[in-house]
């Protein structure tokens, strides 16, 4: 056994794990900013402290950690529906017997300890997915399976968007960039790229304007196409693209008037002009901006920032400990933690690809989905760029549940790669 616990540390890939450690010590430190108060200074060791008990959850990690490396491999492809219809039991449950923490029915609270269903549910769902696709036969090319993989995503989805975290339910959307590695159409992340630019443009230019602005474009195309080009089949099917963009605007518009809630409503509202509720849904963008923008190139200090010492960033230590990074260590610190996620993000799409089973490629396309879908939206909306939809930075936010839902995420996926060479090809 010692044998073997011993290769196995020597087989897994250090690169990825120190860039792990670096992100949780970094973020550690930054959540200790984020609560810091010069006048009445606490150690960072304080238990009381969100900084000490991010301390208590990254040691826990490490019990995780250990656990899932001595765990046979096999386990997660194994038992990979066992565990996701376990999670989705945990989803339904929580809606009946969870806690209501600020108006999001999500959370299990034993004692002081709470626990977040909608967490594990990405790693379930994308266990679930990558154990389905490894079947011989499946192609993510047919709408059988296409139909398929679309529920497995659609359960969880629902149930985490009925307990009211709407942000952790649109991560799963994010697990298109997986199945798009996996055989995917292109059509399909298409749809979703322009239905989004549809849903902000309903928003700012009026429906009659995009209209003939999209007739346009349908008529530019058609004239640039060779002659042989221009059949009937072609002006049906430009026509059929417009007709679908066009209702996608008068649908954005409906969903967004008729069917989101008025907080959701303003969120929308605030990316598009976030002067539109200063003292409501924009306060939290507005002051972000100016706090990351306060620190220059090199930021004012570490423990320094004044933006985040008056609290007049609601969250900092959780969704907007971007701009804690931001305010005290300036444009320099900022990029560091960047270059920080985007190589650990880079480094797992290595491994993904020279995986020797489909299940360890998927699942680990599945893990850079999830970390670049939250990397994308976090940091995009602490600086205007994204709606404010509340998810954490990986690694760098406050709380036990996300620390250890990525950390779960990521030490399964070096599991797998640990292993690969004593694994026969079957991708």
């Not at 999001?104 to 549910?121: C, L, Y």
């Not at 292109?186 to 979703?192: A, K, R």
């Not at 998927?362 to 893990?367: A, D, F, R, T």
Request: glycine share 10%; hydrophobic share 55%; net charge positive.
């Amino acid at each position: 056994m010692a044998s073997r616990n011993n290769s196995i540390l020597n087989r897994i890939d250090w690169l990825t794990v120190s860039l792990y450690i670096a992100c949780v010590v970094i973020g550690w430190l930054n959540i200790y900013a984020a609560v810091y108060n010069p006048e009445q200074p606490i150690s960072i060791f304080n238990f009381d402290t969100n900084s000490g008990k991010q301390l208590v959850w990254m040691g826990l990690s490490v019990l995780l950690i250990i656990a899932i490396l001595v765990i046979d491999y096999r386990f997660w492809e194994t038992f990979g529906f066992f565990i996701y219809g376990f999670v989705i039991f945990l989803l339904v449950a929580v809606l009946f017997l969870g806690a209501d923490i600020k108006g999001s029915h999500s959370w299990f609270k034993i004692g002081p300890v709470g626990f977040q269903p909608a967490e594990v549910a990405k790693m379930a769902t994308i266990l679930a997915i990558a154990k389905y696709l490894s079947t011989p036969g499946t192609n993510m090319a047919r709408f059988k399976d296409q139909l398929n993989v679309a529920i497995f995503i659609l359960i969880p989805m629902v149930l985490i968007r009925v307990s009211s975290e709407t942000g952790q339910a649109l991560v799963l959307v994010g697990l298109m960039l997986m199945l798009y590695r996996e055989g995917l159409p292109g059509i399909f992340p298409s749809i979703v790229i322009v239905a989004a630019t549809l849903l902000i443009l309903s928003q700012t230019v009026d429906t009659l304007k995009i209209a003939i602005g999209l007739a346009v474009v349908a008529g530019i195309v058609i004239f640039f196409l060779p002659r042989y080009q221009r059949t009937r089949r072609t002006f049906v099917a430009v026509g059929l693209v417009y007709a679908g963009c066009v209702g996608m605007v008068l649908a954005a518009d409906f969903f967004i008037n008729d069917v989101l809630e008025p907080h959701q409503r303003s969120r929308i509202e605030v990316l598009i002009d976030p002067n539109s509720h200063k003292r409501g849904a924009g306060w939290n963008v507005i002051q972000s901006k100016i706090a990351i923008g306060s620190g220059g190139i090199f930021g004012k200090g570490f423990l320094q920032g004044t933006q985040t010492k008056f609290d007049f960033v609601p969250e900092q230590s959780t969704d907007f400990i971007f701009c804690t990074v931001g305010e005290e260590h300036g444009f320099f610190g900022s990029l560091v933690v960047i270059g920080l996620l985007l190589s650990l993000i880079l480094r797992l799409v290595f491994l993904a690809e020279r995986q020797r089973t489909r299940f360890a490629r998927i699942y680990g396309y599945g893990v850079v989905s999830v970390f670049f879908f939250h990397f994308l939206v976090n940091i995009g909306m602490t600086i205007g760029l994204m709606p404010v939809i509340g998810i954490p930075l990986p690694f760098f936010s406050y709380g036990g549940s996300g620390l250890w839902s990525f950390t779960i995420l990521l030490f399964i996926f070096l599991k797998l790669d640990a292993q690969r060479s004593f694994i026969m090809s079957r991708v």
